[in-house]
């Protein structure tokens, strides 16, 4: 892992200095840790990048080695016209980054469309996990706020907005994700990959191409999950309520659910000591279940 100095902190510098070239382009990651160290992969959510994860990656290392890489189409990962960054695409992104990476069974945690996109890998294409990790998971019908399914029913109108009032719309996206405000340093460096001459076609992109066919495909086959399984949800979260992550653990054969308190959507920055204990402890328990 390489970084950089940020301009306004260096303990958020944040740089993915490994590229893998898969079935959907050209896929930024890094790793931190011990390469010996057990290996823990973290997916992030849309429409954010690897960057919610830093200080989580940070903490787990000293005890792991930690996998970051940007969704394809998101963050620092390869955004161009035609590209399929659809949560199927990135199922199988996912699987051949562990194949690329030579893991075996890692242990996963992942946010938002993480979730669906880890579930994916593992039910559809035989990813294998020694535990799973979701934190406020897009994984059960029905998702999409007003504002989502109306960026997504309109992505080509909403694609010609001038650049500062695309700028100003992603903005209060990312920003209503946090129930406790996101530092202004923070919010410009998530807003940021948006708003080039690549980013603000592939914000509407990724919108575009998603819908609930992704989730409804997999939904009937949690009961299959046989490998320990943690839920985490922000009881604040106003993007995808807690109801939600009850409802999943219920689901889901052994789930412990955890509720962060005080917490939005995105967890990482609402609460990241309290989540980087909850996984922190989750991580180190021993097997309940062997994975299949």
């Not at 590209?83 to 938002?112: F, I």
């Amino acid at each position: 892992m390489t970084t950089t100095r940020d301009t306004t902190n260096a303990r958020d510098a944040w740089t993915l200095d490994r590229t893998f070239t898969g079935s959907a382009g050209a896929i930024r990651w890094a790793a931190l840790g011990p390469d010996d160290a057990p290996p823990v992969v973290l997916v992030h959510g849309t429409p954010f990048s690897s960057y919610v994860w830093r200080g989580v990656a940070r903490a787990l290392a000293r005890e792991h080695r930690v996998y970051v890489w940007d969704l394809a189409g998101y963050g620092a990962s390869e955004m161009r016209a035609g590209q399929d960054v659809s949560l199927a695409a990135q199922g199988r992104v996912l699987t051949e980054l562990l194949d690329h990476w030579g893991l075996d069974r890692p242990a996963v945690v992942a946010h938002d469309f993480g979730g669906c996109v880890a579930l994916r890998a593992r039910l559809l294409h035989g990813a294998a996990y020694e535990r799973l990790a979701l934190v406020d998971p897009v994984a059960l019908a029905p998702w999409g706020s007003p504002t989502y399914r109306l960026l997504g029913a309109h992505a080509e109108v909403f694609g010609q907005l001038p650049p500062e009032l695309h700028r100003a719309l992603v903005r209060e996206y990312v920003s209503s994700a946090s129930h406790r405000g996101l530092h202004p340093a923070v919010l410009d460096r998530l807003v940021a990959p948006w708003c080039t001459d690549e980013g603000r076609p592939a914000f509407y992109r990724q919108i575009g191409q998603n819908d609930q066919r992704f989730t409804d495909e997999i939904q009937d086959r949690y009961g299959e999950l046989d490998l320990p399984v943690l839920v985490c949800w922000g009881t604040d979260d106003t993007w995808i309520p807690v109801a939600r992550g009850q409802e999943l653990a219920k689901a889901i054969p052994g789930a412990e659910l955890r509720l962060i308190e005080g917490a939005g959507h995105l967890v990482q920055e609402d609460a990241p000591a309290e989540l980087t204990g909850e996984l922190s402890r989750f991580l180190r328990r021993d097997p309940l279940r062997t994975a299949r």
